[in-house]
């Protein structure tokens, strides 16, 4: 089974910086998709950035030209690295991933939450 496990998360100040990481493992084939989704008390679950493995990235309106994601394949980790937070940017995140597992019938196609990391910008 597919895990994944988030780090990185904290409480800071608005205008600063935080960086999340997350490290997938357990018979992984393959990763086509790693995502930040995050979820503020109250409100549903967003997109937050999203890669997939040729690179390929998408963000949510509201986070645009300061957060940034990026990946390391041979890794299986996705990072967001958040600048000027706001406010409005607190929440818990969690990554997802999707791709192929391996597992004893052979070849099955996944996909995994972590448990999510919380994210605190006071103003």
């Known amino acids: 089974q597919v895990q994944l496990v988030e780090s990185g998360g904290g409480l800071v100040q608005a205008g600063g910086s935080l960086r999340l990481s997350c490290a997938a493992s357990?018979?992984?084939?393959?990763?086509?998709?790693m995502d930040w989704y995050r979820r503020a008390p109250g409100k549903q679950r967003e997109l937050v950035a999203g890669?997939?493995?040729?690179?390929?990235?998408n963000y949510g309106e509201s986070v645009k030209g300061r957060f940034t994601i990026s990946r390391d394949n041979a890794n299986n980790t996705v990072s967001l690295q958040m600048n000027s937070l706001k406010p409005e940017d607190t929440a818990v995140y969690y990554c997802?991933?999707?791709?192929?597992?391996?597992?004893?019938?052979?070849?099955?196609?996944?996909?995994?939450w972590g448990q999510g990391t919380q994210v605190t910008v006071s103003s």
């Open positions: 357990g018979g992984i084939f393959s990763i086509n998709v």
């Open positions: 890669i997939t493995s040729g690179g390929s990235t």
């Open positions: 997802r991933a999707e791709g192929v597992t391996i597992t004893k019938r052979g070849k099955a196609d996944f996909g995994s």
